[in-house]
């Protein structure tokens, strides 16, 4: 006979027998559907967990770098100079060479002497974080204009005073997120300067980020970006107080912010030292950490698989004990030890895959189900589907593999002795 | 601690034979019939089996053996009792490795002959003793073995069905199928054309009631 048709026979007298014990068939099928319903639910949390972390630090952009001058690495042969150490010749050195550099987008970062100042506008008052920045900021962090507009070349050269402001500023000044049609109404008071809201950002959620006490995750809606000339204007001086660069690829972000560190040493000839810091860092932390809290959980569910496992183990154990009979008659009418021992074996790995299938099916419902409550790609991969599948069948002939040999090796004489 | 329970055993058994043989309950009758249908394995001696040395042959070879050329019968039936009776008369199909179809036809032709062709679907709990006893030697005979070893077949019946299961095996012997059958009742084994009688493990007497049989065949 085809080993084709070997399995088949032996499959069809597994499926006679699991249908004569049925109560304890599902117990055993329960067993491994909760276990492998486990493990999905795990990893599809911890998905969405991910989802969450990765789409905040995507409202930094995933490609950017940071660079500044750093006070406390200044060459301590020399006396330690003023000034940030970034001007905007630097800038245009940059932007200059920036398929050299790696760097596909810059802009700089100017602060103004107020870094929260008060916003007012007829009686309303708010506070606000206000940065000047080019109008390449906005793509770098992924941020969108909601209503309105963003900068122009013509606000930068001309150093307007315009303003993009934060959905919760545009809220509490406005009390809409519509700009409004007149550009009387949208006028507001920054320190004491007047600026023209032009454009309205959409809401960014750094909720996450916020909630575990990281300071990145605060100022996400109550911004003011207004162009960088125009704080300079308004600050007398063309110093910038750090660049924010996206990296053209961000495998290559670090390499990129090496070679801008080491470009600003040399055009100011080693006067200021220079630290960046890169998301790819970041991200790479996020990841070991997301990656150590994934493997704590799926152990974890393991475990309720380990159980169900050893529910297959002991429900083939008890089998053998109690057929023992019908092995010594299936022996004496021609069956071979492999006979026996995969008619066990599949009896075991079919109870496993059949509970794998359910916890797999209850696995991709509820993650097809939280997907469209929460808006999240939870959607389990081929690979995650096919992993639980796998990893079912190798429950079933681990569970199965012992009694199953056990069953095989009875003496058929002394297994016909048995009542 | 091991006791040999056959001693100096020395037969030979011709194909078409039909063999009673007697012998008090602990003589070795089923041991004696578990080694000649190749179940169970032995210390010492030979045995051949249509010429082959059994103790030379692998599992796999024995298990082949069983399944297309020894048929046997128990006392206690030993039906698989979750599966139907045409289930059961399949089974040592399925382990020859028969198709599907042709097993389906050839179980359901023998259960027909025995008498049972319209209890195919039957579980051997639906069936009367001497019902479950004509599933067995259906069974025993789907594979049309050369032999049937049939352990006192008609133990656990009432005479009547007892006598109707031993016209079963005299007709299933005159097809050519050696016989081979353990009894101690006398009226039982006077179907049988040789009568070996054991005691102890020694066999005590051997004689063919037939002369037109002739026991001195090669090998069964
Ligand atoms: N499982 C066993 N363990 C030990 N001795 C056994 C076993 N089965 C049978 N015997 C011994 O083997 C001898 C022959 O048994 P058996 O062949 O069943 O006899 P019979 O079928 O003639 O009644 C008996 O003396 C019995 O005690
Ligand atoms: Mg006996």
Request: hydrophobic share 45%; aromatic share 4%; glycine share 10%.
């Amino acid at each position: 006979m085809s080993p084709l048709k070997r399995f088949t026979e032996n499959l069809l007298q597994a499926l006679v027998s699991l249908g004569d014990h049925r109560l304890r068939t599902s117990l055993s099928i329960l067993g491994i559907t909760i276990g492998i319903a486990a493990v999905m639910a795990v990893s599809t949390v911890s998905k969405g967990g991910n989802y969450i972390v990765y789409s905040e630090l995507a409202t930094f952009g995933l490609n950017s770098i940071w660079i500044y001058r750093d006070y406390r690495n200044d060459s301590p042969h020399r006396r330690s100079r003023a000034g940030s150490g970034i001007d905007n010749r630097d800038l245009a050195a940059i932007q200059g060479q920036a398929v050299r550099l790696g760097v596909s987008r810059v802009s700089p970062i100017v602060r103004g002497a107020d870094r929260r100042p008060t916003i007012r506008k007829g009686g309303k008052f708010a506070s606000a974080s206000v940065i000047g920045v080019d109008s390449d900021y906005l793509d770098i962090v992924n941020d969108r204009v909601a209503s309105g507009r963003k900068f122009n070349s013509n606000d930068l050269e001309t150093r307007k005073q315009v303003a993009v402001v934060g959905p919760e500023i545009a809220q509490k000044l406005f009390g809409t997120l519509n700009l409004a049609v007149r550009e009387s109404d949208t006028t507001v008071v920054i320190g004491s300067h007047r600026f023209h809201v032009i454009g309205i950002l959409a809401p960014k959620s750094r909720d996450f980020l916020a909630s575990i006490g990281s300071e990145g995750g605060q100022n996400a809606n109550d911004r003011i970006l207004i162009p960088y000339s125009t704080m300079q204007k308004i600050n007398g001086e063309s110093s910038i107080s750090h660049l924010q660069v996206e990296a053209a690829e961000f495998e290559k972000a670090n390499a990129t912010a090496k070679a801008l560190q080491n470009l600003l040493v040399s055009r100011h000839s080693g006067n200021f030292a220079y630290s960046y810091e890169t998301m790819a860092t970041h991200i790479a932390t996020t990841d070991r950490i997301l990656g150590g809290v994934a493997i704590v959980g799926i152990v974890a569910a393991s475990i309720s698989l380990l159980v169900g496992g050893m529910g297959i183990l002991n429900m083939m154990s008890t089998a053998v004990l109690e057929r023992t009979r019908e092995i010594g008659i299936r022996k004496a009418v021609g069956a071979s030890e492999s006979d026996i021992q995969h008619q066990f074996l599949l009896e075991a790995v079919l109870i496993s895959v059949i509970g794998g299938l359910l916890g797999l099916l209850i696995g991709v419902l509820a993650s097809y189900l939280l997907a469209r409550i929460t808006g999240f790609p939870l959607i389990p991969s081929l690979v995650t589907i096919s992993g639980a599948l796998l990893v079912s069948i190798v429950v079933g002939i681990l569970a199965g593999f012992l009694p199953a040999r056990r069953a095989a090796k009875l003496h058929p004489v002394e297994a016909l002795r048995s009542v | 601690m091991s006791v040999p329970v056959l001693k100096g055993i020395d037969l030979v058994i011709g194909q078409g034979e039909f063999v009673a043989i007697m012998g008090q309950s602990g003589s070795g009758k089923s041991t004696l019939m578990n080694v000649i249908g190749c179940l169970d394995d032995f210390d010492e001696g030979e045995y051949r089996f249509a010429g082959a040395d059994v103790r030379r042959l692998s599992l796999r070879q024995l298990s082949d053996l069983r399944s297309r050329k020894i048929g046997f019968v128990f006392q206690s039936f030993n039906l698989v009792n979750q599966i139907s009776a045409l289930r059961n008369v399949e089974l040592p199909l399925i382990y020859a490795g028969r198709n599907r179809q042709m097993r389906k036809r050839v179980a359901n032709a023998m259960l027909e002959m025995m008498g049972l062709g319209d209890r195919a679907t039957h579980l051997p709990s639906q069936l009367s003793g001497g019902q479950q006893q004509r599933v067995a030697i259906a069974r025993a005979l789907v594979n049309r073995p050369a032999l049937i070893v049939a352990d006192e077949p008609t133990g656990s019946l009432d005479s009547e069905t007892g006598d109707s299961i031993m016209h079963q095996l005299a007709k299933v012997n005159r097809t050519g199928t050696t016989i081979l059958l353990v009894t101690h009742e006398q009226t039982v084994a006077d179907h049988a054309h040789r009568i070996i009688r054991i005691s102890d493990g020694v066999v005590l007497d051997d004689f063919s009631r037939h002369s037109e049989q002739k026991p001195a065949g090669r090998n069964p």
